[in-house]
């Protein structure tokens, strides 16, 4: 089970509302290398992971995650307080506006809105393992992006915090592979998946001898 | 920065050490020092977390000891961007 903890994991106090901002930053809360694809990622591999230190590393990164998703929910929240008509027009926000008013619905910079098909549960744990490793570095990227397009320090404080724990969580992602590959034979361990197989795969009984 | 803020910031420091031990713990759980680093940060976050509940509230509702009126719901929740 999980209990909320009233507070930011990182502060977020944006004094100038910026709506053409918020329609870029919400693709980490929406997008398809966002916070909420993280945690659902991670948070539904870990059922069938088969080594203690994975399931607590995906269980604590999916927490994690989840503070991330209310860190951009809180910026996008901030950036689009007391807006007039004339803002949201000039500034794009538009269209987004005539769907959610200024609600905080979870959808890419491009207007796509969130989708489990972004995310993959594939029940192996190396290709799980290796597809978070792919999706720390994905979101790690679009913080680099949004940096370069944001110039409002309060915006890009938790932003560089945030973009900061991708990297952290890239290590401890190799940390986890790097349990799955101990706990193979070294010299099998593609062969079969350790999730799903008790054991290597048999070899065929009519196996020419080499 | 106000007293609240300053207080809440040092519950967020130490909260912050100790996530982030707990996901190097994950992976290398027989590390002593990083065991004996976590055991060290849980007893400041835990004296913070005292200190501020003591002045502003319950962090969690379920350290709420509310007597004639429930202040878990009292603003401002953490996305206010008051002091959060």
């Known amino acids: ?210 | 920065m106000n007293d609240r803020e300053k207080m809440l910031q040092k519950v967020r420091m130490y909260d912050f050490a100790l996530v982030d031990a707990t996901l190097f713990l994950d992976g290398h759980p027989k590390d002593a020092s990083a065991i004996a680093y976590h055991n060290k940060v849980k007893g400041m976050y835990d004296q913070a977390v005292k200190e501020y509940e003591s002045s502003f509230g319950p962090l969690s509702m379920k350290r709420a000891d509310d007597t004639a009126r429930w202040t878990w719901i009292d603003d401002p929740w953490p996305w206010e961007g008051a002091d959060n």
Not at chain 1, 98 to 106: F, K, Q, S
Not at chain 1, 116 to 139: H, M, N, R, Y
Not at chain 1, 177 to 187: G, I, M, P, S, Y
Request: glycine content about 6%; some cysteine.
């Open chain 1, 1 to 210: 089970m999980w209990g909320y903890e009233k507070k930011l994991q990182y502060p977020v106090k944006i004094q100038n509302p910026d709506p053409a901002m918020a329609k870029l930053v919400i693709t980490q809360l929406g997008g398809p290398d966002g916070e909420l694809a993280a945690a659902t990622r991670y948070l539904n591999q870990r059922y069938t992971m088969p080594y203690k230190e994975c399931k607590g590393i995906l269980t604590d990164i999916g927490t994690e995650e989840l503070a991330h998703q209310e860190m951009i929910a809180a910026i996008v929240y901030q950036l689009t307080r007391n807006l007039t008509p004339e803002q949201i027009k000039q500034s794009g926000f538009d269209a987004y506006f005539v769907d959610h008013t200024t609600g905080i619905y979870p959808q890419s910079a491009a207007g796509v809105p969130f989708s489990a098909s972004v995310l993959q549960c594939k029940g192996d744990a190396i290709t799980d393992l290796v597809e978070d490793l792919a999706a720390e570095q994905k979101a790690r990227t679009t913080y680099d992006n949004l940096l370069r397009l944001i110039d409002d320090p309060d915006v890009r404080d938790p932003l560089k915090f945030l973009r900061q724990r991708e990297v952290t969580h890239f290590q401890r992602f190799g940390d986890a592979l790097r349990t799955v590959q101990e706990n193979l034979d070294a010299k099998n361990y593609y062969a079969y998946n350790p999730e799903f197989d008790v054991q290597p795969v048999p070899q065929p009984r009519n196996m020419p001898r080499l």
